[in-house]
């Protein structure tokens, strides 16, 4: 348990459906991140949302849509899906970036499969 | 800019064999290293840190020296165990830049007994 909880774990979407991925941390932590892990490839990170507010977006596609509420959660919307898009998507949070060590703690991931 | 590269995997060991898992990087500032596990079905875990040259990060009877001189932060541990199976990831943090976490693409471990 890391305190970082990640919903679901498991999701297959077609390409013309809309989901989102959720996740949620009880560390008190004030940055939260959305990274991307497929096979042989490096994490990719995708999103950073420092106090709310997205400080990072690596030229991520727009059909991947983050949404930070509050420091606490942090969403993933997802439309319009590509095949090449199936991974394990983790969620992570630190304290604030700029205050940051280095050390992130992570969710246990959601398993996606485009159709 | 700022890159990590660790060797290929995977890496297949008999148990209380030695490990070493090469990790060397690129950074413009000075940055903190980092290794990171992965378990089966579970999400990544620090494993040990540095924050500066010289200084050795060590856990669970694994250890990592920062050398700049050859910029590298391999991993070693004296005796490998079955439980130490999992997906081990270098990373850096270049605070001075305000990056978030760099990752190698991680080297799979399997010991056997």
């Known amino acids: 348990e890391t305190g970082v909880t990640q919903t679901p774990r498991h999701l297959v979407m077609g390409m013309t459906n809309k989901k989102s991925l959720k996740c949620e941390q009880h560390l008190g932590h004030n940055a939260m991140y959305w990274y991307k892990q497929s096979a042989k490839k490096p994490l990719e990170l995708m999103f950073v949302y420092n106090f709310k507010e997205q400080t990072e977006n690596n030229s991520v596609p727009s059909r991947f849509s983050p949404e930070c509420p509050n420091s606490s959660h942090l969403f993933l919307h997802l439309h319009t899906l590509q095949p090449e898009d199936s991974a394990l998507y983790l969620c992570?949070?630190?304290?604030?970036?700029?205050?940051?060590?280095?050390?992130?703690?992570f969710g246990e991931g959601s398993r996606l499969t485009v159709l | 800019g700022n890159s990590v590269t660790q060797m290929e995997g995977p890496v297949t060991l008999s148990e209380e064999a030695f490990l070493t898992i090469n990790c060397t990087y690129t950074a413009t500032g000075y940055p903190s290293l980092f290794w990171y596990v992965q378990y089966p079905g579970e999400g990544l875990q620090l494993l040990l840190k540095?924050?500066?040259?010289?200084d050795k990060g060590s856990n669970k009877g694994f250890e990592a020296t920062y050398r700049k001189e050859t910029t590298s932060f391999h991993l070693e541990k004296g005796s490998v165990q079955v439980s130490d199976s999992a997906v081990y990831f270098c990373a850096l943090s270049d605070r001075q830049a305000g990056t978030a976490l760099i990752f190698g693409k991680g080297t799979t471990l399997s010991v056997s007994s």
């Open positions: 540095a924050t500066k040259a010289d």
């Open positions: 992570a949070s630190s304290q604030a970036q700029n205050a940051n060590t280095g050390e992130l703690f």
